[in-house]
């Protein structure tokens, strides 16, 4: 055969950011971060006093009592007066403690996450939100972790997987068991077609007793967020539901570390591709959200010290 000559390794070069992102963000990402009290603390209490996500980010029985009117969130003419049956699936009281926690790990689904090594900084956070019934155990372990605290479930994730819950219920609720006792979230009226599809998934747990809690998003929650949000220059549609979850954590967590978001197909300090999700290739429609424009504004509270954003190998 031929023989290559070996010279030295080539320096690695380093791809450009991805052309949506703002301008010098390169440099707003430091991988030396430091958390900044006072920005912290200022931004968590403007989400609190206009947001309002501590006590009613979830619909309880205490903030929602039966004939309450319910506007949807992504359809502000659709609306619901509470019955005693629906009143009956939602959950007793805030599930939230009043004191803060200490860390929390919120973690979205992008490919950034294969051969991340996260997973066990990820699990060592007091509290861990996931997203959209991500697979986690064999072969993820090493790289998401394996605790749970809150999973949030689409509804198209329902109405795709697990043919709208029309057939055997049973696959659905034992598909829950990697997530534990924890959270499910279900954005129970955002649109008039996902009130059916979460009801039947808060009663197949139900009827086939998983320790896994069903609850519903407050639309009113999620319209004010989306305010908060357009009036710093997210235009375009609803949040997604992991910039949701990053801000209920911090609400809810002295210090939040985000994993798993980058909605680009190339990877920030390596040359190979980034798959849209860890666990499959699935691409997003991101047609009601913009991700990269949120990814912009997660760039900037990484730099401000608000949020620590992980990026890289977290090893
Ligand atoms: O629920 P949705 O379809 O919005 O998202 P997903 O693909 O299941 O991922 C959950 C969350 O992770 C998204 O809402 C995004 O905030 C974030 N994500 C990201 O930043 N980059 C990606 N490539 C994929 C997801």
Redesign the pocket.
Known sequence: GHLVPSGPPSPKKIPPWPSELCKGCRECYSKTWKKQEDNYRNFSSQLRSQCQGFDRAIITQANTPVGSNIVYSAESKRTLMVTPGIFSTFIKENPFPQKKWDTCAVV????ILTNSSCGEMIDSAQFVIR??LPSLGKGYEKHVGTKTDIVTA?PTILVRKYGSLNGPRRPFVESLHIYGKSLLLLPAFAFGFCTPLCLKAAYSISDIESPIRPTYFNPDYLRRLSNFWRSRGLHRGLP????VMVNIALEHCANVHVY????FSIHPFELNAVK??YFDDKT?KWGM?S?PA??NQLLQLHSQGVLRLHLGNCR
Do not use: A, I, R
């Open positions: 979205g689904n992008s490919g997203c959209n689409n997604s539901t992991g910039l798993g978001f980058w909605p849209n999700h997003g959200h991700m949120e990814f």
